[in-house]
């Protein structure tokens, strides 16, 4: 019979590969990590960046997708969808590095979020 312990399977993952992961399905992967892990900011970090920048490639790719009415879009398209995917990969391979890269802007945002101070409201 095997011996029941408390630690959950996330435990058993390297931080850098729990952050590499949060990066798989952005900004839906960044959630789940976000709100699963706990204790590391370095998960925490690149969960939060993996939100912001899967909103902001949704955003854009609904831009350019909408641009085609001016037939701009068409040549926008590859170009932004390259530009999505390779960030994609250079994030997940940063986070695998044991790297917290800030994305310009959004990096900041994102370490700022994690260093606030939480308040609890008094009674």
Known sequence: M??????TSIENFEPNVLASFSYLIPPLTGI????????SKFIKFHALQSIFFGVLAYVLAT?????????IGYFLQPLVSFF??????????KAYQYEEYELPYLGKIAHDQ???PTQKPQA
């Open 84 to 93: 999505i995917f390779g960030t994609w990969l250079f994030l997940m391979w």
């Open 2 to 7: 095997e011996k029941s312990n408390n630690q």
């Open 32 to 39: 789940i990590f976000f709100l699963i892990e706990k204790k």
């Open 63 to 71: 831009l350019v997708s909408n641009l085609k009415i001016l037939y």
């Open 114 to 116: 994690l260093d606030k």
